[in-house]
C-alpha cells in the first residue's frame, strides 16, 4: 500500500499560485450559489410546496434555479478533485483551507495553508486541525 505524498515546503510553497487561482474561482461560486438559494427561497416564500409542482407559473424558474445550483455545486466537488490531484487535502471551503502531508523534525506532520497566505508558514500534528496550527519559526 503506498502512503501520502510527502511535501517539503519549497515544493508546497511552489503550489501556492495555483492554489490562490483555485480558490479564487470558490469567492465567485459561493455568492452564486447564495443568489440561487435566495431566488428558490423567495419563490418557495410566495407559492409554498406548490411552486414544485409542473402546473405553478413559477415551476420552470423554479427548476432553472436549481439546476443552476446543482452545476456549480458540482463545481465545488470539482475543486475538491483538482486539490486531490495536487496531493492537497481540502479541509475546508470557508475559509479555504488545505493541508499537505510533510516531516518536521522526524514527524509526520501537515503544511497548513489558508488563502490569503503567500507560503506555508504554519504547521500541525496529523491528529490536529487548524486551531492547533503553529508557525514554523
Not at 518536521?104 to 500541525?124: A, F, K, M
Request: hydrophobic fraction near 45%.
Amino acid at each position: 500500500m503506498v502512503g501520502p505524498r510527502i511535501f517539503s515546503i519549497p515544493e508546497t510553497n511552489a503550489l501556492i499560485p495555483q492554489l490562490a487561482d483555485i480558490f479564487a474561482e470558490v469567492g465567485e461560486l459561493k455568492q452564486v450559489v447564495r443568489d440561487c438559494k435566495l431566488r428558490i427561497n423567495a419563490l418557495e416564500l410566495i407559492w409554498g410546496a406548490a411552486v414544485r409542482k409542473a402546473d405553478n407559473p413559477d415551476h420552470g424558474e423554479l427548476k432553472a434555479h436549481m439546476q443552476e445550483m446543482a452545476a456549480h455545486q458540482s463545481r465545488f466537488e470539482n475543486i475538491s478533485k483538482q486539490v486531490a490531484e495536487m496531493g492537497g487535502h481540502l479541509k475546508g471551503l470557508d475559509p479555504p483551507l488545505v493541508d499537505f502531508y510533510g516531516v518536521r523534525e522526524g514527524l509526520l506532520v501537515l503544511w497548513c495553508w489558508t488563502l490569503g497566505e503567500s507560503e506555508i508558514s504554519h504547521w500541525h500534528h496529523v491528529d490536529e486541525g487548524f486551531s492547533a496550527r503553529q508557525p514554523l519559526a
